[in-house]
């Protein structure tokens, strides 16, 4: 048993479009791991956090000639997705192998880079894709008699609503169930999991899955940045010699926007929905404040984690058996300030949680 605390980074992306055209100012600027955000109605009004890591992906950037940006070392200062998954891929990976279960949350408002963290764009492959790549370098470079057997799922949460992202078939109507047991915690039952050898065979999953969101989400009229995206890689290890097995799950999560939800007219009229739309979101920081109540000592009763669908299944990821990452993205201009302060507040909470990693090992069946 060891307590190690959610770690917790920052990112900053490059202007937009919209943002160049309206001709913003950049108020945040960092210092090694720390951050500061400047209010820009009042530039005497600025607040500083630290994190474990700190990235500053707005500037100091070029491009080489297969569209991929000019990493630091070559005198760049952007950070880019190489230095973002040396950081923090390589350690899920690791403690993966070990046996360790390890979850990695994106969060922040929509436009802000998480997908862009987590998954990429063309030839800028995200954590995920770089996770995949060097998990299966791992599995071919082992020279010890382990037998290894990777699992894919990848599911979204809408509306309280679990769709299987990579069944072709008709939706579930009301979506798949989410259900407990006793030794496996929350699951989702009748999830498509798909054994996979390469990470040419990940990719050409996380294309259907991501394929399938976007459609989902045209169909039903909706927004895709309010939903959550999960991709869950299960890593079965057996050491045949020592008559041991090793099982970790990895939690990889990119969450809705964290943006206040407007409602649009038809949708505050079905109340009920409007009010579903971010549960998820909202428990998980429910969940979050409570977790870093636990840890200052204070006395908490209950940490909410039955009240949505997303803290279910993230249930172990959070002050539970996981190691967890958090990325929290940003937008540099003066426009986001409001919502920029408020993912940091938020990572900051994130950062007081503590979990309890053991290693998931047993003896072979
Ligand atoms: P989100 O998933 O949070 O809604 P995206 O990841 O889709 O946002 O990013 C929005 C846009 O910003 C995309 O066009 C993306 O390529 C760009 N972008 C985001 N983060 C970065 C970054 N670190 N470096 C360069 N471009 C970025
Ligand atoms: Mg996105």
New binding site residues.
């Given amino acids: 048993h060891n307590k190690d605390c959610v770690k917790v980074a920052v990112?900053v992306?490059?202007f937009?479009k919209r943002e160049r055209d309206a001709g913003s100012r950049c108020v945040v600027s960092m210092v090694s791991s720390s951050i500061t955000i400047e209010d820009p109605r009042d530039s005497h009004n600025r607040r500083s956090f630290c994190f474990d890591y700190a990235?500053w992906?707005h500037s100091g950037f070029s491009w080489d000639c297969r569209g991929l940006?000019v990493p630091e070392e070559q005198g760049g200062r952007?950070a880019d997705q190489e230095r973002v998954f040396r950081d923090l891929g390589e350690g899920i990976l690791e403690n993966a192998l070990q046996g360790y279960n390890a979850t990695l949350l994106?969060y922040?408002?929509?436009?802000?880079?998480?997908?862009?963290?987590m998954m990429g764009?063309g030839p800028?492959k995200g954590l995920v894709p770089k996770l995949c790549d060097r998990l299966f370098q791992a599995i071919r470079g082992n020279q010890d008699m382990r037998q290894c057997q990777v699992f894919f799922s990848m599911l979204e949460i809408y509306n309280e609503q679990v769709v299987d992202l990579l069944s072709r078939g008709s939706r579930t109507p009301g979506g798949l169930r989410v259900r407990e047991e006793q030794q496996r915690g929350f699951y989702v039952e009748g999830l498509r999991t798909v054994p996979c050898d390469s990470a040419t065979q990940v990719e050409q999953l996380m294309d259907q899955g991501t394929r399938t969101r976007t459609t989902a989400a045209t169909h039903m009229n909706a927004n895709s940045?309010r939903s959550h995206m999960l991709i869950i890689l299960q890593l079965k290890q057996i050491f045949s010699k020592e008559n041991t097995t090793k099982q970790s799950n990895i939690n990889l999560v990119?969450l809705a926007?964290s943006e206040r939800q407007r409602l649009s007219g038809s949708e505050a009229d079905r109340l009920k929905e409007g009010t579903a739309i971010n549960l998820s979101l909202t428990t998980l920081g429910n969940v979050i404040s409570a977790l870093a109540d636990v840890a200052v000592g204070k006395k908490v009763i209950h940490i909410p984690y039955r009240d949505s669908v997303l803290t279910k299944l993230l249930q172990s990821a959070l002050g539970g058996n996981s190691r967890t990452v958090m990325i929290a993205?940003l937008s540099p201009a003066d426009i986001c300030y409001e919502e920029s302060l408020s993912t940091l507040r938020y990572a900051e909470r994130a950062k007081r949680i503590q979990n309890r990693a053991v290693v998931n090992e047993s003896p072979t069946e």
């Fill in positions: 990112r992306r490059p937009n990235y992906s940006f952007y994106a922040g408002q929509t436009g802000s880079g998480k997908s862009y963290s764009y800028n940045s990119d926007g993205t």
